[in-house]
């Protein structure tokens, strides 16, 4: 299945930040143009700006073009921009549905930018779970060396607690461990799931969260068919995992699973929404206005993005035959 070249629709993100330009230069990547076909979501005379910024010619890809014209200075974000960067998802989304392609990349957007447009959503996790009707998507981060996937997402910390559950973990749990058998081709996922607590609370000195709430979560996950282990106190369990005892983490909190992933994958990790009913991955970082415009801002992560989305393409391909 590895000559299959999948159709991926590319997001431009937010026209005012450095989304043009990234996806102007993985267009013309030929390690991408030999794994994937893209076709930009969004509106040429920014794709063809973003080229620009960059010193090239605008790349030779279709363009589907969609989202109101506006006037866009990059490094200033705008109502304008938030509601081009919506309706560019709106429109990769139904080209998924529609099966005119495989999967979709996004584009770094603008949260605040995003919600002045009318969107109630907090980023693209929340807007394609609304879309799709998706009850629980799930946001891993994934790279070379490490994935991680999260039990609660942009919560306050005091607020966490409160918020695990054994349900909620078990159903994170178990849809990475089917993503990961279907779009990563991995046949037995070991799924290591962390603590909340210090030392996995040091057998109750430390809270009650570990014997309480997640160790029935592992244990259930394991009856379901998971090959779950845990809780892992959170200070050793990513170093093992990136020594290879583990393919993923199950984090309780945003910081947790976010800070060990940045430190190693800072320039080429990926943000991949699981759980939809479609293939979506993302650069993991953001608009960057304060370089938009200027050419230099590195499409690492936006390049990783696309290959990976190939990747699971072909993968769930493999899966269907």
Excluded at 127 to 149: D, I
Excluded at 153 to 172: D, F, M, N, W
Excluded at 255 to 284: A, C, M, W, Y
Aim: net charge neutral.
């Amino acid at each position: 299945m590895q000559d299959i070249k999948p159709k991926v629709a590319i997001t431009l993100g937010d026209p005012a930040g450095v989304g043009p330009e990234l996806v102007a230069r993985v267009c013309h990547d030929p390690e991408v143009l030999a794994s994937v076909e893209p076709i930009v979501v969004g509106r040429s005379m920014l794709l063809s700006a973003g080229a620009l910024a960059c010193g090239l010619d605008a790349p030779k890809v279709e363009v589907v073009k969609c989202g109101e014209g506006a006037e866009i200075k990059p490094g200033q974000p705008s109502e304008a921009g938030g509601r081009q960067a919506g309706a560019f998802i709106e429109m990769a989304l139904k080209m998924c549905l529609a099966n005119q392609v495989q999967a979709m990349v996004t584009g770094p957007i603008s949260k605040a930018a995003l919600q002045a447009a009318g969107y109630p959503d907090t980023g693209h996790t929340t807007l394609l779970g609304r879309l799709t009707n998706t009850p629980r998507p799930v946001m891993m981060m994934a790279g070379s060396r490490l994935k991680v996937v999260l039990a609660t997402v942009h919560k306050a910390i005091r607020e966490v607690p409160g918020l695990l559950t054994t349900q909620s973990i078990v159903e994170v749990g178990m849809i990475a461990d089917e993503s990961l058998r279907r779009f990563f081709g991995l046949d037995h996922p070991r799924i290591a799931v962390a603590a909340l607590n210090p030392h996995a609370s040091e057998d109750g000195m430390f809270g009650d969260e570990e014997e309480r709430v997640i160790a029935p979560a592992v244990a259930e996950m394991q009856a379901k068919g998971a090959e779950a282990s845990g809780p892992h106190p959170p200070d050793t369990v990513f170093w093992r995992t990136m020594r290879g005892e583990f393919d993923l983490v199950l984090c309780m909190y945003h910081d947790q699973g976010l800070i060990p992933f940045k430190l190693r994958h800072f320039e080429d990790g990926i943000n991949v929404t699981l759980g939809l009913p479609i293939i979506r991955t993302s650069p993991d970082h953001g608009t960057a206005y304060d370089i938009a415009g200027r050419g230099v801002a590195k499409p690492n992560s936006m390049k990783a993005a696309v290959l990976l989305a190939g990747h699971m393409a072909r993968n769930r391909a493999a899966q269907a035959q």
